[in-house]
């Protein structure tokens, strides 16, 4: 025989409507209470009943925040792609999408975008922005209050998050290092560029990037930070390829892939400095082409955009938890030739 709210409600000495609150992931209850409510639903095996819930929830549907940068960095177009087939596949299920796009240069934009989802009655956040203070402590904010949060392609570290959905990025930054040492296998000078060191993903490749070069003849000599926009990545580049005349290769963790190559090619070095880089956005793809890159390392992002909201679907909807608190995508290298 199912297990019924009303067993549960008796075994944790609430009201049914106090399960039923938490059972759907909405918010109004004690911590405390909640996770009550859930170890005894755990204990007797409670499964929703999901029909009725998709009955309900068409009438209503929930509303699912999706928090990431600007639109206009193409990288992400595929991670929305990714929602996207999630979403076709939950159609009829009752959820509704709200994307918010912040400034990832402004460390309290991601918190804001936080409360307001969670003012608006968001049932849960996926949520992709910098790892600072300020987006922990609202991460854990929205959970204390039933919200259950996943975040995707760049981490939130020590926050209270479901669970994380991306690239081995420490990974992704060993690979970025071996490649470079097969390139070069003496002394040379490399360049890193990244969008913005605040962002988990970012920092992770390149701390890894570098401490895998550690104990070669590789030197790092600068890391410089572009935050996704054409002109500042543009001015850096131009800049440190003047500082720097013998530099031999450049690690583009990523950033504005489209800015770096310009300015490689105004300096008159295309062809000569060897070129790592990550992901297949068209202006890396164009690079690969013209055999300014040599090798990129993909993400799969398309998988962590459809992974992100199966994941936190059923964790709303079901209360099925994530297997595994970290959820990494398959890593993988292409050249030229994987083009054609």
């Known amino acids: 025989m199912s297990v019924t709210i009303r067993e549960i409600a008796l075994q944790a000495g609430v009201s049914r409507g106090t399960v039923d609150r938490v059972l759907?992931?909405?918010?109004?209850?004690?911590?405390?209470?909640?996770?009550?409510?859930?170890?005894?639903?755990?204990?007797?095996?409670?499964?929703?009943?999901?029909?009725?819930?998709?009955?309900?929830?068409?009438?209503?549907?929930?509303?699912?925040g999706i928090v990431m940068p600007p639109k206009e960095i193409s990288f992400f177009d595929d991670i929305r792609k990714g929602i996207h087939a999630a979403e076709d596949e939950l159609k009829g299920l009752g959820i509704r999408l709200e994307y918010v796009y912040i400034n990832n240069q402004l460390p309290d934009d991601g918190a804001r975008a936080i409360q307001t989802l969670i003012a608006s009655g968001a049932s849960g956040i996926l949520f992709s922005s910098i790892d600072d203070e300020v987006n922990r402590a609202s991460i854990n904010k929205a959970v204390e209050q039933g919200i259950p949060v996943v975040t995707f392609n760049s981490d939130v570290e020590n926050s209270r998050r479901s669970c994380f959905v991306g690239q081995d990025l420490g990974k992704s930054g060993e690979i970025a290092a071996g490649l470079m040492s097969r390139i070069f296998k003496g002394k040379a000078k490399v360049l890193v560029v990244v969008s913005?060191?605040?962002?988990?993903?970012?920092?992770?490749?390149?701390?890894?990037?570098?401490?895998?070069?550690?104990?070669?003849?590789?030197?790092?000599?600068?890391?410089?930070?572009?935050?996704?926009?054409?002109?500042?990545?543009?001015?850096?580049?131009?800049?440190?390829?003047?500082?720097?005349?013998?530099?031999?290769?450049?690690?583009?963790?990523?950033?504005?892939?489209g800015a770096?190559?310009?300015?490689?090619?105004?300096?008159?070095?295309?062809?000569q400095l060897r070129i790592v880089c990550n992901d297949l956005i068209p202006e890396v793809e164009q690079g690969l082409r013209e055999g300014l890159i040599d090798f990129t390392i993909m993400q799969n992002p398309m998988q962590q955009g459809y992974r992100s909201l199966r994941i936190l679907y059923d964790l709303i909807f079901t209360g099925k938890k994530p297997d595994h608190e970290i959820q990494y995508t398959d890593t993988s290298i292409l050249i030229a030739e994987s083009l054609y």
């Open 24 to 64: 759907n992931g909405r918010s109004g209850v004690k911590p405390e209470i909640r996770q009550r409510i859930l170890t005894i639903a755990e204990e007797l095996q409670y499964v929703p009943n999901v029909a009725a819930k998709a009955l309900a929830y068409n009438r209503k549907p929930i509303q699912i």
């Open 196 to 257: 913005n060191l605040k962002f988990h993903a970012q920092r992770m490749r390149y701390q890894h990037f570098k401490a895998h070069l550690a104990h070669s003849e590789i030197e790092v000599v600068d890391v410089i930070e572009g935050y996704d926009r054409y002109e500042d990545t543009f001015r850096k580049m131009e800049s440190a390829l003047k500082t720097y005349p013998d530099l031999d290769g450049l690690y583009l963790s990523i950033g504005h892939a």
């Open 260 to 271: 770096c190559m310009d300015a490689v090619k105004m300096a008159g070095k295309g062809g």
